[in-house]
């Protein structure tokens, strides 16, 4: 069974940096092309980042681009969203999600496994 399993959230001031990993194991890692997402209180799951299979290919929502950067470790089934200049509106719980398409998707649907998140809080 694929597991996932976020960690590196917590609270930071505004502007400041956070890093967030993802690790995988139940399954292929570098077959599966990866994703964060992430919901706020009240609002629906939304699109931050995704990275394709090998790595190749990088999405970013508008929101994050410029300031978020999606990489993956295939080495270590590990995926990671390196978050700098962050504002308060980023504060939401993060989840990363695995998909057995190659090619990178902001889709939620088309993923196959999610984790359970990790909580980022940005204090203004």
């Known amino acids: 069974q694929v597991q996932l399993v976020e960690s590196g959230g917590g609270l930071v001031q505004a502007g400041g940096s956070l890093r967030l990993s993802c690790a995988v194991s139940?399954?292929?890692?570098?077959?599966?092309?990866m994703g964060w997402f992430r919901q706020a209180p009240g609002k629906e799951r939304e699109f931050v980042a995704a990275?394709?299979?090998?790595?190749?290919?990088?999405d970013y929502s508008n929101s994050v681009k410029g300031r978020f950067t999606i990489s993956r470790d295939n080495a270590k089934n590990t995926v990671y969203l390196q978050m700098n200049s962050l504002k308060p509106e980023d504060a939401a719980v993060y989840y990363c999600?695995?998909?057995?398409?190659?090619?990178?998707?902001?889709?939620?649907?088309?993923?196959?496994?999610w984790g359970r998140g990790t909580q980022v809080t940005v204090s203004s």
């Open positions: 999600a695995a998909s057995l398409r190659s090619t990178s998707s902001g889709i939620p649907y088309l993923y196959d496994w």
């Open positions: 139940g399954g292929p890692f570098n077959s599966y092309s």
């Open positions: 990275i394709s299979w090998r790595g190749g290919t990088t």
